[in-house]
């Protein structure tokens, strides 16, 4: 019984610390020290929101990978959207981390993001390629790093077929050209690789067949190069190393100087003062006929009254002239 528990718990032990370390792949890449970033937690792998994802970010994930430094941090499904959870957004690496997950951040699956918004890198793993003083990011003298150390390629033998193969692990398209005999210029320090023969299915320059990593018979005159099809500026749209999240839009707010405000009033004005003119003009006919009206109506009465009393009158007369003959008669 003691054995089985003792069993256990080391399996819980062993279950809590996988879940917790080693938790960071990149995938979709073109060798394993690119691609989308995911995270594993909880048993889960899930995706990273871009949302202040840079290189500072993407630097801790190379260095949990083994991958030399951070060249570049990469958003909008760069590498192509992931699918299931979005384990972290708004990351903040100070630097030093060594794990992606003890960078501050939302919290797990805490974001406002979508796989639209996956999060990549592009790190220079040892031996990675990179291209030196050439006219764009896809084009120049081939330089390696090794042993933390950038050195140039020899182009003995060198090829298209070779080129190809850097093309294709920079991201730059097809090669179009391999020069030679330092086309782009010679180099300095150490010539890392010579006599280099790739069969074109190679995804890192480092794969293919050469004389080692120490080419000592040859010198910087003969360093090579290339020149990939895909120019700096035809490159994927997520080119930006800092990616700062989508603000709500406040709403607009219109600030209009004192002196246009006064000169509107005066216009306006203006342009009232007419109607309200008008207006007055016609409530004071609208009083004048009003009380035309009842002047008038009153002194028809009154002569209605005076005719009515005379009438009376004379009607009053005749009944008395009547009454005084009638009485003479008696």
Same mark, same amino acid.
């Given at each position: 019984?003691?054995? =089985? ?18 938790? #960071?792949? %990149?995938?979709? /890449? ?6 989308? *970033? ?9 995706? &990273? =929101? ?10 801790? &994930? ?8 951070? %060249?570049? +941090? ?25 794990? %992606?997950?003890?960078?501050?951040? !939302? ?11 996956? +999060? ?5 793993? $040892? ?25 140039? &390629? ?10 190809? &193969? ?9 090669? %179009? ?16 690789? /010579? ?10 320059l480092k794969s293919c067949e050469s004389n080692g990593w120490d080419a000592l018979k040859c010198f910087h005159i003969h360093d090579a190069g290339v020149i ?25 707010? @219109? ?6 405000? $006064? *000169? ?5 004005? @203006? ?14 006919? !609208?009083?004048? #006929? ?18 009515? !009393? ?13 009454? @005084? ?6």
């Amino acid at each position: 019984m003691k054995i =089985c528990l003792t069993l256990i718990i080391l399996t819980c032990i062993v279950t809590m610390t996988t879940s917790d370390t080693g938790n #960071v792949r %990149l995938v979709n /890449g073109y060798s394993r020290c690119s691609g989308r *970033v995911e995270v594993f937690h909880r048993g889960q792998w899930g995706t &990273v =929101c871009h949302y202040n994802w840079d290189l500072t970010d993407a630097a801790v &994930v190379c260095r949990e990978m083994d991958c030399g430094e951070a %060249l570049r +941090a990469v958003g909008y499904a760069y590498f192509g959207p992931g699918s299931g959870l979005i384990w972290m957004g708004n990351v903040s690496c100070s630097g030093p981390e060594s794990t %992606l997950k003890t960078c501050v951040s !939302r919290g797990w699956g805490v974001h406002s993001c979508d796989h639209r918004f996956d +999060a990549g890198v592009i790190c220079s793993d $040892i031996g990675s390629v990179r291209l030196v003083d050439g006219n764009s990011s896809c084009s120049g003298r081939v330089e390696v790093l090794h042993d933390g150390q950038w050195g140039t &390629v020899c182009s003995y033998n060198w090829d298209t077929t070779d080129a190809a &193969v850097v093309c294709k692990q920079l991201d730059c398209g097809e090669a %179009l050209q391999a020069p030679r005999d330092a086309h782009f210029g010679p180099g300095s320090g150490p010539i890392s690789m /010579g006599n280099v023969s790739c069969t074109g299915s190679e995804s890192t320059l480092k794969s293919c067949e050469s004389n080692g990593w120490d080419a000592l018979k040859c010198f910087h005159i003969h360093d090579a190069g290339v020149i990939c099809s895909v120019s700096q500026t035809e490159r994927r749209p997520a080119q930006s190393t800092s990616i700062t999240p989508p603000q709500t839009p406040a709403a607009a707010s @219109l600030s209009i100087p004192p002196v246009v405000v $006064i *000169v509107l009033g005066s216009v306006l004005l @203006l342009l009232l003062l007419p109607l309200i003119i008008l207006i007055q003009q016609n409530r004071a006919m !609208r009083r004048a #006929v009003s009380n035309m009206r009842r002047r008038t109506w009153t002194e028809a009465d009154y002569e209605k009254i005076d005719h009515r !009393r005379t009438t009376e009158a004379f009607y009053k007369e005749i009944d008395h002239r009547d009454d @005084l003959i009638s009485q003479r008669g008696a």
